[in-house]
């Protein structure tokens, strides 16, 4: 099902315009916690998120929970593009958390042959939700360089492409984001407005009952509420929320 972005001319009286019944469903992950921190419902079609973290913090513990939840509803179909770690990487981590979702794995770094091959999957089921989580948007290139390099500038180039997608297409999109050594997100202005939702895990450094639980929050949020903070136990079958706020 495509969505024509352009038929909404300018000036179009805006009580004449009717949402998409797509547009209005939501879909679990299977991941309690992160369902509940995204105001409880999960995922809108075309959402485009954001999912930064520090290094060790647990951002693909994290998602390969979450691919694996989704996966575990025929209806979906999610694909884990991991551009850093190996497959086998991949699935050593799924052995160990005992996931069970048969989510499908990718590994392409150029972003146009990544959204051809996931265009391949969805014509074969095409009644099917799509995901696609992609860590991390940092390693994808967009063809620009002959030497692959990749930018800042580059970043912003891939998430505009596959934000255009996710919106003609209901697809949902979490990329990974890299972030500096300060811990803050390491994109650009323009990227963080194309996203509709921010979400960041990090390390507890200032509350000290809390000190070395892992820090869950969402700071942006378009289809849902934004403030809520979590702190999570990792375990060995993932990550467990010990504590909750809303701010």
Not at 231 to 246: F, P
Request: hydrophobic share 40%.
């Amino acid at each position: 099902m495509k969505l024509n972005l352009d038929t909404i001319a300018f000036g179009t009286d805006v009580q004449t315009i009717e949402v998409p019944a797509k547009l209005l469903e939501r879909y679990s992950t299977g991941v309690e916690w992160f369902d509940n921190a995204l105001g409880g419902e999960g995922l809108t079609p075309s959402q485009v998120m954001m999912f930064t973290g520090e290094a060790g913090a647990g951002k693909t513990t994290a998602l390969l929970s979450v691919a694996s939840g989704l996966a575990t509803n025929e209806n979906n179909i999610v694909v884990y593009n991991s551009a850093e770690e190996s497959k086998y990487q991949i699935k050593r981590t799924v052995n160990r958390l005992g996931l069970r979702g048969r989510f499908l794995l990718g590994g392409e770094t150029n972003v146009d042959d990544l959204i051809e091959k996931c265009d391949r999957l969805r014509a074969k089921h095409p009644d099917r939700q799509f995901f696609l989580i992609l860590d991390s948007l940092q390693c994808i290139e967009d063809g620009k360089f002959s030497t692959g390099r990749i930018t800042s500038a580059t970043a912003d180039r891939v998430m505009e492409r596959l934000t255009t997608w996710c919106k003609e297409y209901f697809i949902n999109v979490i990329a990974v984001g890299q972030v500096t050594k300060g811990g803050t997100f390491a994109g650009s202005n323009k990227l963080r407005h194309m996203i509709d939702t921010m979400v960041h895990l990090s390390w507890e450094k200032r509350d000290k009952e809390m000190m070395g639980f892992r820090r869950f929050e969402i700071s942006k949020n378009r289809f849902g509420g934004a403030g809520c903070l979590q702190w999570m136990d990792m375990q060995d079958d993932g990550l467990m929320v010990v504590g909750e706020t809303n701010t």
